[in-house]
């Protein structure tokens, strides 16, 4: 299959057989190991990945009882804090292809999330990897008009510029740098911030500090 007749849920899909790939090659340490978000370790990061994936209907309406959005992620984490790291590899394995909530928008939810948390996670342990371009093209531009994301009030008057693939947003200050390191800033990470360089960088970086 070409790129190009990719779906959305195909990439999802990838997405997550490369993060489980990845994963199996960890240390018990680095499972320990806090990730860019905060609060959450390796393990608490895989879990939220996967703690949508087996609710019904009123499982998730529960959950998002129990608080909105933030604290229902918590909850979710919570709740699969019992696992090994073993067994959420597992559970991961036997859910590459997303379902229920991360299903939703045709696996958007689960390629931008699933994305960006492999990024945190990499990040953190000092694992650098190149994105399949053909993901970032896909995934840059639904970032910006996500409010659950909150890009929008972050890159407001800039112009987001990416010198690896072909992507741009915006107008104003530009800011340039890798797609990654681009989608990175834009949902709050500021380790991602020395990879960017422009006349707007420091308005971004002032917006992304303001996040923590």
């Not at 958007?108 to 994105?131: F, K, Y």
Request: charged share 25%.
């Amino acid at each position: 299959m070409n790129a190009d007749d990719k779906s959305l849920m195909d990439m999802a899909c990838d997405e997550r057989g490369d993060l489980a790939a990845y994963l199996a090659t960890l240390t018990a340490q680095q499972w320990l190991t806090r990730s860019l978000c905060p609060k959450w370790t390796v393990k608490d990061v895989v879990a939220h990945v996967v703690s949508y994936e087996e609710l019904s209907g009123v499982g998730l309406a529960k959950r998002f009882a129990k608080g909105w959005i933030v604290r229902a992620n918590e909850v979710g984490v919570e709740e699969f804090a019992p696992m090994s790291p073993q067994e959420l590899l597992e559970f991961l394995g036997r859910h590459l292809r997303p379902r229920g909530l991360t299903a939703g928008f045709g696996g958007m939810i689960a390629l931008v999330d699933g994305t960006v948390h492999h990024q945190d996670i990499r990040r953190a342990l000092g694992h650098p990897r190149t994105v399949p371009a053909d993901r970032l093209e896909r995934i840059l531009p639904l970032v910006p008009g996500n409010p659950r994301l909150g890009a929008g009030r972050r890159i407001r008057g800039l112009r987001l510029r990416a010198s690896d693939v072909d992507w741009e947003h915006g107008r104003g200050q530009l800011v340039t740098g890798t797609g990654e390191a681009l989608l990175m800033a834009m949902t709050g990470r500021r380790e991602a911030l020395a990879d960017l360089a422009g006349p707007g960088r420091e308005t971004l970086a002032g917006r992304v500090a303001a996040t923590y």
